[in-house]
T-cell receptor
Framework: KAGVTQTPRYLIKTRGQQVTLSCSPI?????VSWYQQTPGQGLQFLFE???????NKGNFPGRFSGRQFSNSRSEMNVSTLELGDSALYLC????????????FGQGTRLTVV | AQSVTQPDIHITVSEGASLELRCNYS??????LFWYVQSPGQGLQLLLK??????LVQGIKGFEAEFKRSQSSFNLRKPSVHWSDAAEYFC???????????FGTGTSLTVIP
């Protein structure tokens, strides 16, 4: 069974640009969550989608958005990039809500210059 | 509010020595607890999880953890550390609304020969 796949693995963008990251969850998993990981803030929850609906959102500005498609694949978008958006963005998939763990992808390393 | 504290930012142990990584959580009810490991530039891999029942749980790679409700702790242990165990270790509690997990700030483990 394939794991969580994130693309691309690495990105370099310029301030002011926008970026789209992709995540394909484990087959059969309908929940996809996104986390931002930085040395200073650790792992911070961005948002979660389940069956194409956003169920929860973390404390991030509106520049951070996401969506989920009918096949459970998810994308997150960051507009008007700032230097502080440089981070490892991790996607996690879960089967359903409840006593289940999250399975993480390898992440997308975004560098904003 | 839910939170996870990992008091040790960095730990250094000799190969073959025993290891204990500390984790304390704050949550009103009985939590679901997890330990993840992250190698440089990689995603998070689940080591073990506690949902209920036996408070001593076994995980992969020879790791175990003990849930102590009275101390709000979920410490990770390994009797004999291998050089390949050098990584960042994260304790987490969840899932909450929308499969959100709260992570500790991580403990970086260095293994010296």
């Amino acid at each position: 069974k394939a794991g969580v796949t994130q693309t691309p693995r690495y990105l370099i963008k310029t301030r002011g640009q926008q970026v789209t990251l992709s995540c394909s969850p484990i087959s059969g998993h309908r929940s996809v969550s996104w986390y931002q990981q930085t040395p200073g803030q650790g792992l911070q929850f961005l948002f979660e989608y389940f069956s194409e609906t956003q169920r929860n959102k973390g404390n991030f500005p509106g520049r951070f958005s996401g969506r989920q498609f009918s096949n459970s694949r998810s994308e997150m978008n960051v507009s008007t990039l700032e230097l502080g958006d440089s981070a490892l963005y991790l996607c996690a998939s879960s089967a359903t809500q409840g006593n289940t763990e999250a399975f993480f992808g390898q992440g997308t390393r975004l560098t904003v210059v | 509010a839910q939170s996870v504290t990992q008091p040790d930012i960095h730990i250094t142990v000799s190969e073959g020595a025993s290891l204990e990584l500390r984790c304390n959580y704050s949550y009103g009810a009985t939590p679901y607890l997890f330990w993840y490991v992250q190698s440089p530039g990689q995603g998070l891999q689940l080591l073990l999880k506690y949902f209920s029942g036996d408070t001593l749980v076994q995980g992969i790679k020879g790791f175990e953890a003990e849930f102590k409700r009275s101390q709000s702790s979920f410490n990770l242990r390994k009797p004999s550390v291998h050089w390949s165990d050098a990584a960042e270790y994260f304790c987490a509690v969840g899932p909450f609304t929308g499969n959100q997990f709260y992570f500790g700030t991580g403990t970086s483990l260095t293994v010296i020969p």
